[in-house]
Every structure is written in C-alpha cells, then in structure tokens.
C-alpha cells in the first residue's frame, strides 16, 4: 500500500501551481479536517521530483489547516499501474464536467481497488480520500450498485438527487414488503363473492358485509367515495338521468364505521388512504379515521377545484356555489409517499359521467401518483362509476372494486 513506500516533506515546501488551484467547499475542509485529526492521513499526496503537487491538494490543505509541520508524500514515478490507476479515479471524483453516473462509477471502482488491496479498508477511509462524509459516501457506493446491478429505475433518474430518491423509496418499499408479510394473517381467507374478472374486477356486494371477512390478498391504497351523509337525494339539485342513492347521515356514518373497525381485514399494515368526505362533517370523520390502528391522518385535505365553476348551491341567498370537494390524505403504519404533488388540482366535472359522485379520472390520477406504482394494490370499496380503478390502471395497479347497485356494476368499463 501508499503508506509503505511513503516519505515526511516539509508541508511550505510543496509547490501548488495556480492551474491545479481548485475552490474547495469549508464545509467540506472543516469535515476533512475532523477526519484526519482523530484518525491521521490515510493516504499520502502525490508530488514530483521538485515537490510539485500532482493529488491531493484537499488533504494538503486540511494537514495546514491543522498545524502540522510535514506530510506524508509519494513521489509519483515510483508509483504502480494499481496506484496510478486510484489517483486517475480520485482525480475524476472530482471532476465538475464528470456526469453523475459517471462520478458514483468512479467512486465504486476507487473503493473495489482500495479493499483489494487492503483487506482491513472500510468506507470511511474512502470517504477521507474523496473528502466527503461517510454517509454520502454510503449512498453514492449504493447507487453505484444499482445502477451496476441493472436496477431501471434508478438508472432512469435525470439527476443524482432523483437517483438517491428512487433508491430511497425502493429502500421503504422492501420494508414495507417485509412489515406486511410479517403481519400477514395466515388464517385469512377470500371473502365469498362474485368471480372477478380482469375486464370487470368488481365485486356487486355490500361493502360493509364484505369488510367483516379478513381478505388473503391484503390493498396497498384505499380510495374511499363514500355518499356524504348530505342528503343529496333529497336535494332536488341532481340530474335524473345520473340515478339517486341513499345519501343520509346514517348510511354515512354505518359505512364509515365499518371501515374504521374492519380495516385491517382487508388493508395492509402498511398503505395509504385517499378519503373523500363532506366538510360537515370534518371533525367527525378525522376522529373516526384516527382510531384505525396506526393510522395518521393529515389535516389539510386534498382538494378538487371543480374549475368550470360548477358545484352545488345550497342556499343562494346566503352562501357561495361549493365548487370545490374535499379528501382527507391518510398514512397508516407510517407508508410514505411514492411521488409529491399538489394538494389541490383543478378539473372540471366529467361531461361523461353516469354516476352523479363521479370523479374525474385525470384529478384522481393525479393524487394517485402520490400513492401508487405499478404493482401496487388499490380497492374502492364503493365504487360506483370506477373512477378511481380506471386511474389505478393507468399508474400500473392491480384494482378492486365494490359496489352495490347491479346496475352500475354493468355500466362499469375499464
């Protein structure tokens, strides 16, 4: 290794020529600094004959920075094709023009040469040599492994920080996986319905005998579109070829009960909730999604901004038209998001629908990105239309629908 044919030089006796100057980054010195004050140089800096510095001037610097009176050197004519081989590979680290695929490439080979030749070399000793801290090096040698190993996704990202993302969540995904398995009830057993088809994956039933049923195949994401408790049957405000259905607070309130009390029947431990609601009942539906076990539910809602402008009018002598409807976004066992967007989307209502509470399969698609990727399981447990499988289908997941009105079950197209 460096250290055994390494000599001590005069630190004021090393000349580094103002076309090798580099702008190094004080935070980075400081943490160099830090490393080699607690355990020493690892590796010696390359000069010439005439104390011309040829690598390293961070460690250089630091050794300075530090006090010290000499350093430790190699000259580079007695250096090894290996040797020569790790300051090329140091040196292009550093590199601004070097693309990040490239730099993480880099840094992997630099530490695959150090270990083999050096049984006792750990990452911390690359990170002194690269000056960076050991858990970017950590994450950097990680990326590098991926995109080695042909992971897609990791090697599509555009920029480094998209790389760490995708690495990351890939990271939360497994944990997920084994989180799930590990609560995954072996006596659970498909509740008895209708056979599902890939063309129809719907079931004509009541979700609320449905839910008493532990399910084998547990939902990653659960779209809830409830009817919201506000009479809107009685309104006289809704078109009749769009149909009625029973939209009082009990069924509301039964519906809802259900869910919070058999969620684990049919839910993993781990996933996600997009629960539309009425503002009128706000505080009640926070508190009733609060008791499932685990669950954390955000106070501000997702929000669609019907921006054609139209909505429902309650009272025209008094209030504005609601043109806006609300969902509450809610992680139970701490499932973290695949993708952040807005909390808000503005669409108009769909000139096709059939279905009075239909949603816009665009907006939901656009809050699913926060929720699902393909592989992922969603369940709409009323789901009237199948808004929300039509925009589960797009992002790649497999969908469960519910519903209990036949007749729309036979509208339903995907």
Not at 30 to 40: D, K, N, P
Not at 52 to 79: F, H, S
Not at 130 to 148: F, H, K, Q, R
Not at 347 to 361: C, F, I, V, W, Y
Request: aromatic share 8%; glycine share 6%; net charge negative.
């Amino acid at each position: 290794m460096f250290l055994v044919k390494s000599a001590q030089v005069d630190i004021t006796s090393i000349i580094v020529e103002n076309r090798q100057r580099t702008e190094i980054d004080e935070d980075k010195l400081q943490a160099l600094m830090s490393s080699i004050g607690s355990i020493g140089l690892i590796n010696p800096i390359i000069i010439d004959s005439g104390n011309r510095l040829i690598a390293g001037e961070r460690r250089l610097r630091a050794c300075a920075k530090l006090g010290w009176d000499k350093i430790l050197v190699r000259y580079n004519n007695t250096l090894d094709e290996k040797e020569k081989q790790l300051i090329e590979l140091e040196e292009n680290i550093k590199r601004v023009d070097l693309s990040w695929k490239d730099q993480v490439a880099a840094l992997r080979n630099l530490h695959n040469l150090y270990c083999g030749l050096d049984p006792e070399w750990t990452l911390e000793k690359t990170s002194q040599v690269v000056s960076l801290d050991p858990g970017t090096v950590s994450t950097y040698l990680n990326i590098a492994n991926e995109l080695n190993s042909g992971n897609k996704i990791v090697a599509g990202a555009g920029k480094l920080s998209e790389a760490k993302t995708a690495l990351s969540r890939a990271r939360r995904k497994e944990k997920e996986n084994v989180i799930n398995t590990i609560f995954e009830d072996p006596k659970s057993e498909k509740a008895s319905a209708p056979e599902v088809t890939d063309d129809r994956p719907v079931i004509c039933g009541d979700f609320i005998q449905w839910s008493k049923t532990p399910q084998k195949n547990k939902f990653d994401v659960i779209h809830c579109d409830f009817p919201y408790g506000v009479n809107m049957d009685k309104s006289g405000q809704v078109a009749g070829n769009l149909g009625l259905y029973e939209d009082s607070p009990d069924v509301y309130f039964a519906l809802l009960e259900a869910f919070t009390k058999n969620y684990h029947n049919f839910a993993q431990p781990v996933s996600h909730i997009m629960f539309w609601f009425s503002m009128n009942f706000y505080s009640e539906t926070r508190e009733a999604l609060s008791t499932i076990p685990g669950a954390r539910v955000f106070p501000f809602p997702l929000i669609w901004y019907k921006d054609d402008g139209k909505g429902m009018m309650p009272d025209s002598m008094r209030e504005g038209r609601r043109v806006y409807e609300t969902a509450f976004h809610v992680s139970v066992g701490d499932r973290t998001i695949r993708k952040a967007v807005g909390n808000a989307f503005p669409h108009g209502l769909d000139a096709t629908r059939d279905h009075q509470a239909r949603k816009p399969p665009a907006m939901l698609q656009h809050f699913f990105q926060m929720y699902l990727e393909p592989g992922c399981r969603l369940l709409d447990p009323t789901c009237g239309s199948g808004a929300a499988l039509v925009a589960g289908r797009a992002l790649g997941a497999e969908v469960l629908g519910i519903e209990l009105d036949p007749e729309y079950v036979e509208r339903i197209k995907l």
